[in-house]
């Protein structure tokens, strides 16, 4: 490496190469520490794992005594599902990452293939995406939620203050009184 001090020109052949060699130093410990960090991790969610089926079977096996202490029960039971799942799918990221570990694409963004940063990877160890990319994943997948549950959406049938389409309820028969609402009729033929 050519570098130029004082408007002389000085070759740094060394001083390149003992920085590469650091680099790989620096990079094969990160690793080491970042292994040793998620097979922690792992373990500690396999533990977690452990106690939730176990608390799981538990609460299955209880004798509920009236409706409330069944619809608790129940409440219990759909609650230890979802930790059950949230733990799952953090010890399925886990072990992915350890394999993107093993192979050596650990720390790179699966979006944009750039590094992840540090600070990124010490707060989600598991993370597959770098900031920016995981920020607009999480907008985008926002954004269609927000289109699925959309008020404004004609699958929204409780809405009351909706209006109704033109084409719902819309009378066939002429000789019917066309001064009284749609809905009105049809709650009419329904009370019938």
Not at 152 to 167: G, T
Request: proline share 3%.
């Amino acid at each position: 490496m050519n570098r130029i001090y004082n408007g002389a020109q000085r070759t740094t052949k060394i001083g390149s190469r003992h920085f590469a060699s650091s680099t790989i130093v620096r990079s094969a410990l990160r690793n080491k520490v970042m292994k040793k960090l998620l097979i922690d991790l792992r373990d500690q969610e396999l533990r977690k794992i452990r106690a939730l089926v176990h608390d799981e079977t538990v609460l299955a096996t209880q004798v509920s005594g009236d409706e409330l202490d069944q619809a608790r029960r129940d409440g219990d039971l759909e609650f230890q599902v979802s930790l059950l799942d949230l733990s799952e799918s953090r010890l399925a990221a886990i072990t992915a990452t350890l394999a993107r570990l093993d192979e050596g694409r650990f720390g790179i963004c699966e979006e944009c293939e750039r590094q992840i940063s540090l600070a990124r990877l010490q707060s989600v160890p598991f993370a597959r995406y770098c900031f920016d990319c995981q920020k607009e994943k999480e907008a985008a997948s926002c954004r269609a939620r927000s289109q699925i549950l959309s008020p404004a959406s004609p699958a929204n049938l409780f809405d009351v203050d909706q209006p109704e389409p033109d084409h719902i309820g819309q009378a066939t028969d002429s000789t019917e009184d066309s001064s009284v609402p749609a809905w009105r009729r049809r709650r009419a033929l329904i009370e019938l």
